[in-house]
């Protein structure tokens, strides 16, 4: 399967509480770290829902 690499490049501060949370769901805790993961339909969604607030590299 295909890598994803995701970035957190914004801050959760102000946001809804699931967006908070599918930040958490992926691994990302602070500003600036990057998490890998295999690119499936239920992290493409978890993706989806916070592109605002990630970048995405496919690996």
């Known amino acids: 399967m295909m890598?994803?690499?995701?970035?957190?490049?914004?801050?959760?501060i102000n946001r809804d509480k699931s967006q908070k949370a599918t930040l958490v769901a992926l691994g990302l805790k602070k500003l600036?770290?990057?998490?890998?993961h295999e690119s499936t339909?239920?992290?493409e969604g978890m993706i989806r829902k916070i592109q605002h607030l990630v970048v995405v590299e496919r690996a």
């Open 3 to 12: 890598k994803v690499r995701v970035k957190q490049t914004r801050s959760a």
């Open 32 to 36: 600036n770290q990057v998490v890998e």
């Open 41 to 43: 339909p239920q992290i």
